[in-house]
C-alpha cells in the first residue's frame, strides 16, 4: 500500500504516488532553474507544465488508471528530456531522446495564414511547402468547383494550433525541454524581425512628421509674433502721436479757463502744466518700450543699448515723482470744509409755480465772444453737467414769510481758502410775479477750481401755500416723491398740485393724497 497525494498541474488534478510526485517536483525545479534567465521563463515552464499534464492524462486514459506511479513519471520526462541536455552547446540540437520526429497532427495555423489557415496546416502535416497547397486549392477550385467547400468544411473541423506544444505537433517536432526552447527562440527572433523593421520605419516616419510639424509651427509661431509686434507698434505709435498732439493743444492752444470737465476743473492753473507734462511721461515711456520691443520682435535684433533704457527709466521716475509730488498738491486742498448760508426773501403769493431752469449762465463778455445778446452780471458757469447740481428742500415757514435758503458748502486745503473758495460760488433763481424759475446748476465767479462745490436750497413757505410744481424738479426734491401726486399714467414733466400744511408738504388732490397714506 503506497500512499497517494492530489497534485494540480495548469487547472488538472491528478493523484500521484508520494515516491513519484517527488522525481516529478525535483524534475520541475530544474527546469524552472534552467529557464529562470530565459526571456520569458514563465511563459515556458507554463507550456511545459501543460505538455505534462496532457501526456499524463493519455497515459492514465490508456492504461485505464487513476493514479500516477513512478513508472509513469520516469517514461514522461525521459520522453520529455532533461536539462543536461541543454550542456552540449556545440551539437546541433536532437529530437529527442529517440532521436527521430514524432507523429505530426493536422491543426490550422493560425500564424501563416491567408484566410484560415488550412492549407499551412495541411502543408506542415504532408511536409510540403503552404504555397503548393494553396496552389493546387485554387486549381482544384477553378477547374471543379469543389476546393473551396472542402476548404471551408476543414475550416470548421480542424482546431486551430494555439498552443507552443499544438504547433510543436503540427509540425511533427517532439515535444520535449529541447524543442520547447528552440520553438520559443525562433519565435522570439521572427518577432523580432517582423517588429524591428516596423518600429524602424514607424520610428523615422515619427520623427520626420514632429521635426516638419514643430518646423511648421515654429514659422508659423514666428508669423504671428511678427504680426503682433507689427500691430503693437503701429497701435502705440498712434496714441503716442495723439498724446504728443493732445498735450500741445493742451499747453499752446487752449486757455486756462478752457479746460472745466473733470478731472481738468480740479487742477490749479499754476500745477496744470506740470501735471500734464508728468502725465505725458508716464504713459510715453512705456508705449516708447513696446515700440521699441516689437521692433526688436519684428527684425530679430536689440534696438536699445543698456543706457537708452537706463535713462528712459530715469525720465519715467522723473515724471512720476512730479506726478506724484503735484497730485499731493491738489489733493491737499481738499481737506478742510466750509459752508455759507445766504437768504433771499421771496414775494408772498397764495400759489407759487415751481420751474426748472436747465440752461447755462452766460457773463457780458462770454455773450460778446459767442455774440450772444445777454443781461446778467459778472458771474459764468464753470461746472460741468455731472457736479454742481442743486439738492432742493422745500419745508413750513416758521415766520409766515416766503423765504430761499442758500447753503454753499466748498473745501480747501484750511479753512480759510475753504471759506474764499465757498464765497466764489452762486446759485440763481428768477421770481416773475408766482413764478419761481430755478437754476439747474450753481455757478463759480472768477477763475476758481472745483472743489467739491455744492449748494442746498430751501423753500420755506407758510401753511395753506400751494405749490404747483415742475416734474423735472424731481431729481433735485429730496423731502418728496412728486409722482406720488400724478396719476400712474401722467409724463414724469406733468406738473403736481402741492399744499403746506403744520405737518408738511401734502397733495393737493384729496384722492391721490388718500390713496398715498393708505398704501
Not at 36 to 53: F, G, K, P
Not at 116 to 139: E, H, N, P, Q
Not at 214 to 227: H, R, T
Not at 473 to 499: A, F, G, M, Q
Amino acid at each position: 500500500m503506497n500512499k497517494t497525494i492530489i497534485i494540480n498541474i495548469n487547472g488538472m488534478v491528478f493523484h500521484i504516488e508520494e515516491d513519484a510526485y517527488e522525481v516529478l517536483r525535483s524534475y520541475m525545479t530544474d527546469v524552472k532553474r534552467h529557464f529562470a534567465y530565459s526571456a520569458d521563463s514563465d511563459e515556458i515552464v507554463t507550456d511545459i507544465e501543460n505538455r505534462l499534464a496532457e501526456m499524463f492524462n493519455e497515459r492514465l486514459a490508456d492504461q485505464n488508471k487513476q493514479v500516477i506511479v513512478l513508472q509513469d513519471v520516469t517514461d514522461i520526462t525521459a520522453r520529455m528530456g532533461s536539462v543536461n541536455d541543454f550542456d552540449l552547446q556545440d551539437e546541433e540540437p536532437s529530437y529527442g531522446p529517440q532521436g527521430l520526429k514524432t507523429e505530426r497532427k493536422l491543426f490550422r495555423d493560425t500564424d501563416d495564414r491567408i484566410i484560415g489557415g488550412v492549407c499551412s496546416g495541411i502543408g506542415y502535416y504532408f511536409d510540403m511547402d503552404a504555397k503548393w497547397v494553396r496552389l493546387i486549392t485554387f486549381l482544384i477550385t477553378l477547374l471543379w468547383g469543389t476546393g473551396l467547400i472542402v476548404y471551408i468544411i476543414l475550416w470548421i473541423v480542424l482546431p486551430p494550433a494555439r498552443t507552443r506544444s499544438e504547433r510543436m505537433a503540427m509540425k511533427g517536432e517532439p515535444i520535449n525541454l529541447q524543442n520547447f526552447k528552440k520553438n520559443f527562440d525562433e519565435e522570439l527572433e521572427s518577432l523580432k524581425h517582423q517588429v524591428r523593421p516596423g518600429l524602424d520605419k514607424t520610428g523615422a516616419f515619427l520623427r520626420d512628421a514632429g521635426q516638419h510639424t514643430g518646423n511648421f509651427v515654429l514659422k508659423a509661431l514666428n508669423v504671428i509674433v511678427k504680426v503682433i509686434g507689427a500691430f503693437v507698434i503701429f497701435i502705440c505709435a498712434l496714441t503716442l502721436f495723439s498724446l504728443f498732439m493732445g498735450l500741445i493743444f493742451a499747453l499752446g492752444f487752449l486757455n486756462k479757463g478752457e479746460l472745466n470737465a473733470f478731472p481738468f476743473n480740479v487742477i490749479n492753473p499754476e500745477y496744470q502744466s506740470p501735471l500734464y507734462f508728468s502725465a505725458f511721461i508716464i504713459v510715453i515711456i512705456p508705449l516708447l518700450a513696446l515700440i521699441f520691443f516689437g521692433m526688436r520682435v519684428i527684425f530679430n535684433r536689440k534696438i536699445t543699448g543698456r543706457t537708452t533704457s537706463f535713462a528712459m527709466l530715469i525720465i519715467w521716475l522723473t515724471g512720476l515723482g512730479m506726478a506724484v509730488f503735484y497730485g499731493s498738491k491738489v489733493g491737499a486742498e481738499f481737506r478742510e470744509e466750509a459752508k455759507i448760508e445766504q437768504r433771499s426773501d421771496i414775494v408772498p403769493y397764495p400759489v407759487y409755480y415751481l420751474k426748472l431752469n436747465p440752461g447755462r449762465f452766460f457773463t457780458k463778455d462770454d455773450s460778446a465772444r459767442y455774440g450772444i445778446s445777454s443781461k446778467w452780471d459778472k458771474s459764468r458757469i464753470k461746472i460741468s453737467n455731472d457736479f454742481g447740481k442743486i439738492d432742493l428742500f422745500i419745508e413750513k415757514s416758521e415766520d409766515g414769510k416766503s423765504t430761499l435758503f442758500k447753503e454753499f458748502s466748498a473745501r480747501g486745503r484750511d479753512f480759510e481758502q475753504a471759506f474764499q473758495t465757498a464765497q466764489q460760488s452762486g446759485y440763481r433763481f428768477v421770481q416773475t410775479d408766482s413764478i419761481l424759475e430755478l437754476d439747474k446748476y450753481l455757478y463759480l465767479t472768477g477763475q476758481a477750481p472745483f472743489r467739491d462745490q455744492e449748494v442746498d436750497v430751501t423753500l420755506k413757505v407758510p401753511v395753506n401755500t400751494r405749490l404747483v410744481i415742475d416734474g423735472e424738479l424731481n431729481e433735485h426734491l429730496h423731502n418728496y416723491n412728486l409722482r406720488d401726486c400724478l396719476p400712474e399714467d401722467s409724463d414724469w414733466k406733468t406738473p403736481s398740485v402741492w399744499i403746506m400744511t403744520a405737518e408738511g408738504m401734502k397733495c393737493a388732490n384729496d384722492s391721490l393724497r388718500v390713496k398715498n397714506e393708505n398704501r
